[in-house]
Each structure stands twice: as structure tokens, then as C-alpha cells.
């Protein structure tokens, strides 16, 4: 016998789902940029930035302080950070990295070397509390068909990563510069023999990564808490997509950025307190259990 | 037009290349050759700049170009088709070729580059949209000449095109070679292939251990049995 | 040759009482520090049996100490079970994680950046559900309050006793980092180092190797972070359950000389008390500037020498025999 009031609570439980699902989506498609930047520098030079969620923290707190005292919204102060955070990271590849990038090994010692100095150098200049970023969009919401609500920064994040994700897309697609940059993936040698400069193309890369992390840092502060010591979380909730999309596949990456997220806000809305941040993780060992050629790949 | 003296190389601690000396005048086409292990791949990695020189002069139309980087050998005039012809494989035909007319200058004349290598090897036209890795090895060897040539180069060099290939593909490849060479291209051909190279080339160098044994016209050499004797390493 | 071995042990022994005695003199806040050494150095040993001798770097370690620091403190305080029966309990479940960890970053055989990005990711989900977990204490950590050790008659103040289980716990680590350096697993992770396809070629096990290596290392970990808990009463998640503290031990190592005896002895040796004197010092104006200093420090030993301090030194000691010679 079915309870009257069955059909009303199946509709709440329906909405919740959906309202999570959008909610994760919106929210991995992030993910799964910063992810991006990382499958970006792998297909170039074969190495991972382990600090690279620190250096996204770096922009952060750079748009916190843009924001009191210039009074720039976080979406607005991406055309400072940019810069910057690309002149930071072109200088810490060039010299540091570059010259060790044949071994990956150390480069990754190397790098987390550098987690220490970019987590704890923002702790020292900004202290170890919370601190919120201001923006034009707090507490926005929209409503999408009748029962989803979702914040209208995460609707901004969302098209502003598909949109940054098409150009790139088409730039490494149809450009002779997206071809030099698959060139110098596929074949780093064959690269150099067609004229392609490779050092200066990884370069290139690096940078555009940055550029990238800059981006993801305004989206992402538009509404959330930030902290000095959340750098490796982010790079712990970038890698994740990034190992699932194979790691250079970066349409997968960002499919699997999406994943994540859903596991996220999923876990979120099922299990009480912190063990619901525990499912994304969950999910993406059993996934390397299951496939461990990746989601999209296939076995060579 | 190409001018090597005393060059030397080698990895770690273990000397590849031992004062070899060669020239090359435009328009002509050498042979090097010389048994697995000699240091062909080397030598040519070197004058591409792939690999670093450890000592001598490598002089291109006049300029030292032993220091230069490898984008800015190619710049100069001298592409190479690689051994294992080193294509990029999940890109297409086109895209191959494409690529192969990066530089700046070459980027200018890229279709009419595109048209004369289309002309060149018909066959390449025909699979214009499929992922070089999915091509024949002889479409393949095709494709990694066709694009060596569309940067425009002044010196040609082939690094063993005739490894691993059917008979037919193989004349398909020195037929065109020839052709080119008519056109005035400039060719360095490295091979194994002792007899095919003689037949095709005017001038020969001989590779053994890292060093120049033997050199002279083709015609001289084909009967010569120290070629024969230095070849096999007897 | 008998004699030679007979005192070599005697020599070590005395060092490890003398080290001890010289421990227990000191005044409180630095005995404190150096206790604390003892067990980093040994959790930097067991550490480096996988990350350097094996060549693999784990950062999710964390893992293991985490619940060796968490899970006896959890089931003295909430069970009332002896310290040293939630000990070995820590240590055989990490003994397992170990071993399941092996296995699943084995199925993919893709290198190094993956399994630490693998190994990372486990141990960040280690993190989250200790402090999801009520029964280890949650967010909030565990306060336990330990009584002193009497046996025979003998007693021993609390400090004291600590100074004594860090000496042991350092000691086991370096005795079976020894023990492997010089035995047959230390030869073939070694060769699987320097070249899997060929070690593989000449018949030797890979996963098993890696996976033996694997089982050793968590539940010497596991220990340390037993012991570790032990001597800092409070036990907070976020210290020891973090990726952090592993990659902080991982550097330590890799400064000192991975895959080395006594790399993990210099490297934590030399930057350890460094850095919890300067913290000491300057926690109110400065928080964070000896990680700062930390992270410089590791930057500079990589770039100059690639090797660590131990192997810039054995090279440097090498050359000069060649000169002489």
C-alpha cells in the first residue's frame, strides 16, 4: 500500500537530485578547468605542477586584495592577476623547472618545495584566518525551469569555463600554433625537425596555464571562504580529473571535472557532516579500480 | 654549401662521432653510409642540432651553424626526414604537412608547398583527413618526406628512408628523390643500402666507427673492394 | 671479520644509549624537540623505504601514521583497550592499506607522477574520513593522558619514557632500512629503479617487490605515528592525518639523500630542530616563515645537489679518492 503522501516526497527526493546534479555540474565544470591547466603543461613537458592549486590560492588572495583596496570585483581584477601570476609562474618554469623537467621525479620534489614557500609566504602576509572576497554577484540567485535554484556566480563560472574551453579547444584545433603545441606533445623531436621551437612553445603553455588558474581563481571566489592552506586541495580536487581524463585528454578532463563535482555536491546533500566530502575521492578510486586506463581511455 | 670539419660527439662518456670531415655542394646528392652503429643518425641529429656537437665546424651557406637551436637549423634551409619517420600520429595527413611548413617564411607558400608534395606522392591526396598513424609505412615514409619538404629546404636530409619498406615503395621513394634532385634540391642520403645508394647518388662518404673511411664518386666506388670490406666490418 | 661485525654493533648501541642519556639531560622544551627528531627521523626512514630506496614517491603515508597516531589513542580512551594492543591493531590495518595501495597503483604501471598523484589523492581521502570518523575523534582531535611505564621496579617519568620509545622506534626503522639496503628485496627494488623492464627481464617480481617494500614501510609508519601520538598527548587530524606532514617528511628525506641509510638521518636531522626552533620563535609575528625558509631550502638542495646532502658528499668523497688515487 502506498502512503498518500508517497508521490509528493518522491517529487521533493526528485528535486533534491536534480538540484544537486545541476549544483555539481556547475560546480566541476571549475574543477575541471583547473584540471585543465594541469593536462596542459603534462602534454607539453610531461611534468605536474603539484603547487599549481597554490598558485591559484596565490590569485585569490591577489583579487582580496585588489578588492579592498582598490575596490575591484574578483571578476574584474582577473585582468590584474593575469599578468602577474603568469610573469610568476613563465619565471619559476623557465629557471627552475625547465632545466630539470627530463626528470620528473625531481621536478615533482621540486614543486612541492614550492607549495611550502607560496602556502606559507600567503599565511605570513595574510595571516591563517577565512576571509571573504566581495562581488557584484553576492547572493545572486536564478532560477532555472520551476524548481532549480542555483547562484548565479556558479552560472558565470559554468559558461565562462565552456566558453574559455571552446576557444582553446579551437585554438589547439585549427591554429598553427594549437598544431605546434599537439606537435611537441605527440613528438617532442619531430617538433624540433619541422622548426617548432620547443622550449619556447612549452613556455607558452606554462603560461597559458597560468592564465587559466587566474580565471579559475575569480570564478571560484565569487561566494566562498578562502584560506592560505586550501592550495592542496585544490590541486588534490584538480588531479583527480586530471588522472581520470588520462591525463592529456583534456575534453575528458573536463568531463571528468564534472564528474567530481557531482560526487562532491552529491555526497554533500546524502551524507551528513564532513564524510560527504570523502565521495568524490571514493568515486574516483573505485574508478581507477574498475578502469584503470582512465574513464575515456582505452587500453595500449 | 654544407661544409663539416673535425666534428666530434658522443653520450656521456662514450665519443659517437671521432673528427669526421664532409662537404656538400648545392645541387648535389651524397650518399653516407655505413653499417648499423656507425654514427650516421648522429651525425645528422647533429648538423639538425638535435644533438649537441662536441667539438669541429658545421658551416651552412657560409654561417657556423653548430651553436644554433634545432627550429633555427630548420630556418635555415635544412630539414630532415628522420629515421623511424618520427611523424606526429594522431594528427592527419594534412595536418602532418601543415606542420612541416611551421617557419615563418614557409608558412607564406604553404599551399603551393602542399600542391607540389601532393603532386609529388599522389597517394598522400587520397588520405589527406586520416591520422598518420593509421598510413602504411610506406605512405608513411612518403608523408615524412612530404613534409621535410614543405619548408621549402635547400638541403635535404634523408636518415635511412628505405628501413623496413616493400621494393615498390622503395623505388617510389628513390624515383622521387631523383626527381627532386633534378629540381635542384640538395640531398644528403643516409642509408645501409649499400648498392641502391651507389646507384643513386653521385658521391659517397663510408662511416665506421665514427669516422670517414672511405669517400669518392659513386661510380669509382661501386667496384672498389675496400667499400665492400670496410662496410662489413671485416 | 666476526669481530669487526661484533663491533660494529657495539659501537651502534652505545650511540643509541649515549643518544638517549644526552636526550634525557636536556632541559624540557629542548629535550622535546629532540624526542621529536628521533621519530621524525624514523618516520622519515620508513618513509624512504618506498619513496627512496623504492624509488616511488608515496605522499599518501599520512595515511598510516594517521591511524597509527588515532586508533590506539581512540580505543584506550573509548574501549579501554591496552595502548599496545591498538598499536599492533594500527599497524596490521596499515600493513593492509599498504598492500592494497600497492595494488592498485600497480594495475597502471604509468610512473612515477602517478602514483603520487594516486598516492596523494589517497591519502587527502585518509584525511577527510578520519575527521568524519566520531569514533577517531573527529574534527576535534583525541586528549589522552598517559600513564608512566613502571616494569621491574624501575620507573620512568613520562618524558623520559617517550625519549625511550622514539629511541626504539628510530632505532627498528633504521635496523630494517639496513636489513633491506643489504638483502635481496634492497637489490631488486633497486634494480626496479634503474630500469623495471630490464629487472623485469631478469625475472624479478615486480609487484611483489614493490608491494613487500609497500606492506614494511605503512606499518613502520603506523608505529611512528603511534609513538608520535604517544609523546604529544593531543592528537590533532590535521597534523597527523594530513598530506602535508608526509610531504613535509618526503622533503626532509629527498634534502638529506633519498633512497640512502642515512639520508633521511641528515635530512631530518639538520632541518627538523631548524625549524621547530625557529617556529618556536617566531609563531606569533611570523607564522609560517620556517616552512617559507623550508620549501627555499628544498629548492636550492634540488637544483645544486640533485642527489641530497649524503650523495653530494659520497660523489664529492668519490672524485676526491680518484684524484688521489
Known amino acids: 500500500m502506498i502512503p498518500p503522501s508517497s508521490g509528493l516526497i518522491w517529487g521533493l527526493e526528485m528535486e533534491i537530485l536534480y538540484q544537486g546534479v545541476i549544483q555539481g555540474v556547475l560546480i566541476g565544470s571549475t574543477y575541471g578547468l583547473i584540471a585543465l591547466s594541469m593536462g596542459l603543461i603534462y602534454g607539453v613537458s610531461g611534468i605536474t605542477n603539484f603547487a599549481q592549486g597554490d598558485l591559484m ?168 571562504p578562502i584560506h592560505p592552506g586550501e592550495g592542496l586541495h585544490y590541486t588534490v580536487v584538480a588531479l583527480m580529473p586530471f588522472v581520470l581524463g588520462g591525463m592529456n585528454n583534456l575534453l575528458s578532463i573536463l568531463v571528468s571535472g564534472i564528474i567530481i563535482g557531482v560526487a562532491e555536491t552529491l555526497g554533500n546533500v546524502y551524507l551528513n557532516g564532513p564524510l560527504g566530502f570523502a565521495v568524490p575521492y571514493a568515486v574516483f578510486i573505485a574508478i581507477l579500480i574498475f578502469r584503470p586506463q582512465g574513464l575515456f581511455g582505452s587500453r595500449s | 654549401m654544407l661544409e663539416i670539419e673535425g666534428a666530434s660527439a658522443g653520450y656521456g662518456d662514450l665519443d659517437i662521432l671521432r673528427g669526421v670531415s664532409l662537404k656538400i655542394a648545392k645541387g648535389e646528392i651524397v650518399g653516407l653510409l655505413g653499417a648499423n652503429n656507425a654514427g650516421k643518425s648522429t651525425l645528422v641529429n647533429c648538423i639538425s642540432r638535435i644533438v649537441p656537437w662536441r667539438g669541429g665546424k658545421c658551416v651552412f651557406e657560409g654561417s657556423d651553424i653548430s651553436r644554433l637551436h634545432a627550429h633555427e637549423v630548420t630556418e635555415r634551409g635544412i630539414s630532415q626526414v628522420p629515421e623511424g619517420r618520427q611523424l606526429f600520429p594522431e594528427m592527419t595527413v594534412w595536418e602532418n604537412l601543415a606542420l612541416g611548413a611551421y617557419t615563418r617564411k614557409a608558412r607564406l607558400e604553404r599551399s603551393r608547398k602542399l600542391e607540389f608534395v601532393l603532386d609529388l606522392f599522389p597517394r598522400l591526396s587520397e588520405r589527406r583527413v586520416q591520422a598518420a598513424g593509421t598510413l602504411s609505412g610506406g605512405e608513411q615514409q612518403m608523408l615524412a618526406i612530404g613534409r621535410a619538404l614543405m619548408s621549402g629546404p635547400k638541403l635535404l636530409i634523408l636518415d635511412e628512408p628505405s628501413l623496413g619498406l616493400s621494393p615498390k615503395f622503395v623505388l617510389t621513394i628513390f624515383e622521387a628523390l631523383t626527381a627532386m634532385h633534378r629540381e635542384g634540391l640538395t640531398i644528403l642520403l643516409v642509408e645501409q643500402n649499400l648498392n641502391l645508394t651507389l646507384q643513386n647518388v653521385q658521391r659517397c662518404y663510408v662511416l665506421e666507427r665514427g669516422e670517414i673511411v672511405i669517400s669518392g664518386r659513386s661510380e669509382d666506388m661501386q667496384d672498389d673492394p675496400a667499400v665492400k670490406r670496410a662496410y662489413l666490418g671485416t | 671479520m666476526k669481530f669487526a661485525k661484533v663491533t660494529k654493533a657495539a659501537i651502534t648501541a652505545s650511540t643509541i644509549v649515549i643518544v638517549g642519556a644526552a636526550i634525557m639531560a636536556l632541559p624540557g622544551y629542548y629535550g622535546g624537540i629532540a624526542t621529536k627528531t628521533l621519530i621524525y627521523i624514523g618516520l622519515a626512514s620508513a618513509w624512504n623505504i618506498v619513496g627512496g630506496i623504492g624509488g616511488q614517491l608515496s605522499l599518501g603515508h599520512s595515511v598510516f601514521i594517521g591511524l597509527g597516531a588515532l586508533l590506539p589513542a581512540a580505543m584506550l580512551l573509548k574501549l579501554s583497550v591496552p595502548w599496545w594492543i591498538g598499536v599492533l591493531c594500527a599497524a596490521a590495518m596499515s600493513g593492509a592499506i599498504g598492500a592494497a595501495i600497492s595494488w592498485i597503483t600497480f594495475r597502471f604501471r604509468l610512473g612515477h607522477l602517478y602514483f603520487a598523484l594516486v598516492t596523494l589523492a589517497i591519502g587527502e581521502l585518509g584525511r577527510i574520513i578520519v575527521i568524519g570518523t566520531e569514533f577517531l575523534g573527529g574534527a576535534s582531535g583525541l586528549l589522552v593522558q598517559y600513564r608512566p611505564m613502571s616494569a621491574s621496579g624501575l620507573q620512568l617519568s613520562v618524558a623520559n619514557q617517550n625519549v625511550l620509545l622514539a629511541l626504539c622506534f628510530m632505532a627498528l626503522a633504521l635496523a630494517t632500512s639496513y636489513a633491506i639496503l643489504h638483502s635481496k628485496l634492497g637489490y631488486r627494488l633497486r634494480a626496479l629503479k634503474g630500469n623495471e623492464n630490464a629487472a623485469q627481464a631478469i625475472g624479478i617480481d615486480l609487484f611483489r617487490s614493490k608491494a613487500t617494500a609497500m606492506v614494511i614501510s605503512a606499518v613502520l609508519s603506523s608505529l611512528g605515528g603511534s609513538v608520535l601520538a604517544r609523546y604529544d598527548g593531543f592528537v590533532d587530524p590535521e597534523v597527523v592525518a594530513s598530506p602535508i606532514l608526509i610531504i613535509s617528511i618526503a622533503l626532509f628525506t629527498v634534502v638529506g639523500g633519498a633512497g640512502r641509510l642515512w639520508g633521511p638521518v641528515l635530512g631530518v636531522g639538520l632541518l627538523f630542530p631548524l625549524g621547530e626552533i625557529l617556529r618556536g620563535n617566531l609563531a606569533n609575528n611570523l607564522p609560517g616563515l620556517h616552512l617559507v625558509l623550508f620549501g627555499v631550502i628544498l629548492v636550492a638542495v634540488i637544483r645544486l645537489m640533485p642527489s641530497g646532502i649524503t650523495g653530494w658528499f659520497a660523489s664529492r668523497f668519490r672524485s676526491a679518492c680518484r684524484q688521489i688515487t
Do not use: E
Open chain 1, 57 to 224: 590560492v596565490l590569485c585569490m588572495f591577489m583579487t582580496l586584495t585588489l578588492s579592498t583596496l582598490l575596490n575591484l570585483d574578483p571578476y574584474v581584477s582577473i585582468l590584474i592577476t593575469m599578468p602577474v601570476i603568469i610573469a610568476v609562474t613563465a619565471v619559476v618554469y623557465r629557471y627552475l623547472i625547465q632545466p630539470i623537467s627530463s626528470q620528473q621525479l625531481m621536478v615533482i620534489q621540486l614543486t612541492l618545495g614550492l607549495m611550502f614557500v607560496i602556502q606559507n609566504g600567503i599565511l605570513m602576509v595574510y595571516g591563517g584566518n577565512f576571509q571573504r572576497v566581495p562581488s557584484v554577484l553576492d547572493g545572486d540567485v536564478l532560477v532555472i525551469g520551476d524548481f532549480a535554484v542555483v547562484q548565479t556566480s556558479l552560472l558565470i563560472s559554468f559558461v565562462a569555463t565552456w566558453g574559455l574551453a571552446g576557444v582553446l579547444f579551437w585554438t589547439l584545433g585549427y591554429t598553427d600554433f594549437g598544431r605546434s603545441v599537439r606537435a611537441v606533445h605527440q613528438n617532442a623531436k619531430a617538433a624540433a625537425l619541422v622548426g617548432v621551437d620547443v622550449r619556447r612553445t612549452q613556455l607558452i603553455v606554462v603560461s597559458l596555464s597560468a592564465a587559466i588558474l587566474a580565471v579559475s581563481a575569480s570564478l571560484l571566489v565569487a561566494g566562498r
